[in-house]
């Protein structure tokens, strides 16, 4: 079994497109990386364009109060707005100052009381207003996740990070697995699988019978074999992320949060560390099953390019139809594809996504288990048929 083993994984290896596709996609991770890295002055810049904002104000003010007499109403109101804009500004600055010294501890301490002011404009506005205004909630919560998050780092004496362009190791490898890895490390798994499963069949020719094993251990093995490749890829991907960011930024981001929304919809910043084990191994079972499942499809599928594009149009059909259907999505629960999103299942924005609170971490880890199981005895119930 081992020399089969290693005859399998030296073909795979000894493919140049395999390896190009590796390099290839540890080159978008760093091109990824560099791009966040780019983003890291969003709030330096707003900061910038709110003191512009608040001298454009002040000066319009004065224009309209130079066509006014001292005692009227008007003029009070502007005059009036005027000292507001000039309290901005100074907040601003001071934050803007403390921002370019990297002073974070009374950058934090001066963000916070500008967050709480926009907090409580908002707030008041939203009483003013429709209270239904989507808007105006859509930037309450924005405003409650930056402060809960700034607090957060305040409280942890952290560096400052973009909480939406993450570029220190665990962050931005989290980050990096919520929105596009897990898709790239899907079809590189399908794509060299597929390879792994079919490269024995050569024009209705299966090479595997005339090798001295049985049919079982050379199952066991192509199994085993398989499970491998994908979970080799998969933690290939999630390493290279995190050495990147942690070697680019020095920072390995262990102590970073991520931010989550509890029942009542109010944002907690739990550590990256909390939920790291748990979609880790979520991840792990779902491609443990991704593995078995390109197998099965390989019993009915004997060329690789059909096979391919057959494991892609399948899986992801699986992955992006809930969000379409609203039906599916109320079941989509119950699918060990649903998993591929393995980190937005843990932090539940999934669930949230697909309205389906069933969506969790306890729920997932059974269906891919049984899912799993499943596959394991179709495996070697269809190869117990070839053999009889």
């Not at 993450?166 to 989290?174: A, C, N, Y």
Request: glycine residues 2%; charged residues 15%.
């Amino acid at each position: 079994m081992k020399t089969y083993a290693l005859f399998l994984l030296k073909r795979i290896v000894h493919r140049k497109s395999n390896l190009f596709l590796l390099l290839g996609i540890v080159l978008f991770i760093f091109t990824y990386l560099m791009m966040n890295m780019n983003s890291q002055d969003i709030l330096r810049d707003t900061l910038v364009d709110q003191i512009k904002t608040e001298n454009e104000t002040i000066e319009t003010s004065q224009e309209k109060m130079s066509h006014l007499e001292d005692n009227q109403t008007e003029y009070k109101s502007y005059k009036e707005s005027i000292q507001i804009s000039k309290a901005h500004i100074l907040q601003y600055e001071e934050s803007l100052s403390f921002y370019d010294q990297k002073n974070w501890s009374e950058f934090y301490s001066s963000y916070i009381q500008i967050l709480n002011q926009q907090k409580q404009i908002n707030e008041d506005t939203l009483k003013l207003s429709n209270e239904n205004d989507l808007t105006m909630k859509d930037m309450s919560s924005y405003i409650d996740k930056q402060l809960t998050y700034i607090q957060y780092l305040e409280a942890n004496q952290l560096d400052y990070e973009n909480i939406d362009y993450p570029v220190f190791g665990l962050s931005f490898m989290t980050s990096i697995s919520q929105v596009i890895l897990p898709l790239i490390t899907t079809i590189c798994c399908i794509y060299i699988l597929t390879q792994c499963f079919t490269m024995n069949y050569r024009t209705n020719i299966n090479i595997d019978h005339i090798i001295p094993m049985s049919k079982r251990k050379i199952l066991i093995t192509k199994s085993i074999v398989g499970i491998s490749i994908s979970l080799f890829i998969y933690m290939f991907f999630l390493l290279s992320a995190f050495i990147l960011a942690s070697v680019f930024n020095q920072n390995m981001g262990i102590h970073y949060p991520i931010m989550m929304q509890n029942s009542t919809n109010c944002w907690v910043a739990n550590s990256l560390l909390f939920v790291l084990k748990q979609w880790s191994i979520l991840g792990v079972l779902f491609y443990i099953g991704l593995s078995l499942l390109i197998y099965i499809f390989s019993f009915f599928i004997k060329e690789e390019s059909p096979l391919l594009i057959t494991g892609i149009c399948i899986i992801l059909g699986f992955v992006y139809l809930p969000h379409f259907v609203s039906f599916i999505g109320q079941i989509s629960h119950l699918s060990p594809i649903t998993y591929f999103n393995y980190v937005n299942v843990v932090i539940g924005n999934l669930a949230v996504q697909l309205n389906n609170l069933n969506i969790t971490y306890d729920i997932g880890m059974i269906v891919l288990f049984v899912f799993i199981v499943i596959e394991c005895i179709c495996i070697y119930t269809m190869n117990f048929i070839k053999e009889y």
